[in-house]
C-alpha cells in the first residue's frame, strides 16, 4: 500500500506539512479508506514557539503524519527564508466543517472530544439538522484540568474504542491537545486522531468566525483578540512576536552554515 506522504518546511526547528486545505481532506479520505491509523496537529505560531524550546514538543510536531499550518504568519516566514513556500493555511475551523460535510457524503463516523456539555449538545442538534442521518459515533466533555488522570484517561478511551470512529476530533486548546493525542494514540481505535482548538465552537455557532476578508489577509487573531482582549493579549502579543527571532535565528543559519 503506497500512501502519499506530505513533504514538511522546516519552520524553527519545526515541520510545517506542505498541504492545501482540499489536498489535507484527500489525504484524510485516503487514510480512512486504507485503513491506516494517522496523527495530526493543527499548528499555530505560537506553538512552534513553544516547540523550540520544548524538544518533547517538537518531537510531536515532527513525527505527527500532517503538521498543519494554522497561520499566514508561517507562511510569509517560509518565503522570506527563501525556503519552499507553503501552499496552504489548514485551520482548525476550516478542516472541521469541510471534513465533516465529507463525513456525511461518504458516511465515516465522528467522535467528538471536549468543549462544554452544552456546546457539544447544540452541536450536536444542529448536525442532525444539516445532515439528516450523519455518523456521530460519539461525544464526551471532558473536567477541565491541565491534564487528565489516568482513571479519566481510561474512561475517554474506552468511549472512543466502543464507538470505533472513523476520525476522533479532539477539542482541548494546543498543545494540550496534541500532547494528549500523541500519548494515547497507541490505544485509540480509530483511523485519524486530530486537534481542532476551538472549532467545535464556532461550528456550533457559540463563537463568530472572523469575516473571509480579514481570514485571507492574516487578520484572524485580530478578529479574535477583540472578542476575548484578556484572555488573547498574550498569546499574540507576548507569545507570538517570538517567532520573530526565532526565524532571524534561521535565516542567518541558512545564510551561513558553517557557523
Not at 499550518?69 to 493555511?89: E, F, H, N, Y
Not at 450523519?134 to 471532558?142: D, E, K, N, T
Not at 479574535?224 to 502579543?237: D, M, T
Request: proline share 6%; glycine share 6%; hydrophobic share 40%.
Amino acid at each position: 500500500m503506497n500512501e502519499q506522504v506530505a513533504p514538511k518546511v522546516n519552520i524553527a526547528g519545526t515541520g510545517i506539512s506542505n498541504v492545501t486545505l482540499e489536498e489535507t481532506l484527500g489525504l484524510f479520505d485516503e487514510w480512512i479508506r486504507n485503513g491506516s491509523k494517522k496523527r495530526v496537529c493543527v499548528t499555530p505560531v505560537n506553538c512552534v514557539v513553544w516547540a523550540d524550546a520544548n524538544r518533547e514538543l517538537q518531537h510531536i510536531y515532527n513525527t505527527a503524519d500532517l503538521t498543519l499550518c494554522d497561520g499566514v504568519p508561517l507562511i510569509w516566514a517560509s518565503k522570506w527564508l527563501g525556503q519552499t513556500s507553503l501552499r496552504g493555511r489548514v485551520t482548525g475551523l476550516d478542516l472541521l466543517p469541510a471534513f465533516v460535510d465529507h463525513c456525511y457524503q461518504k458516511g465515516y463516523s465522528m467522535f467528538f472530544l471536549g468543549s462544554a456539555p452544552e456546546t457539544n449538545t447544540l452541536l450536536k442538534k444542529k448536525l442532525d439538522t444539516a445532515y439528516p442521518g450523519i455518523r456521530v459515533a460519539g461525544m464526551y466533555s471532558p473536567p477541565f484540568a491541565k491534564t487528565f488522570s489516568d482513571a479519566e484517561n481510561e474512561k475517554i478511551l474506552a468511549l472512543i474504542n466502543q464507538a470505533k470512529p472513523d476520525i476522533v476530533w479532539v477539542s482541548l486548546t494546543a498543545p494540550k491537545q496534541d500532547y494528549w493525542i500523541y500519548g494515547m494514540f497507541e490505544h485509540m481505535n480509530t483511523h485519524i486522531a486530530v486537534g481542532i482548538g476551538g472549532a467545535l465552537d464556532v461550528l456550533a455557532g457559540n463563537i463568530a468566525r472572523a469575516p473571509r476578508w480579514m481570514q485571507k489577509n492574516g487578520l484572524e487573531w485580530l478578529f479574535r483578540f477583540c472578542k476575548e482582549p484578556k484572555r488573547l493579549f498574550r498569546r499574540y502579543f507576548v507569545e507570538a512576536p517570538r517567532i520573530i527571532p526565532l526565524i532571524l535565528r534561521q535565516k542567518t543559519a541558512l545564510k551561513h552554515p558553517e557557523r
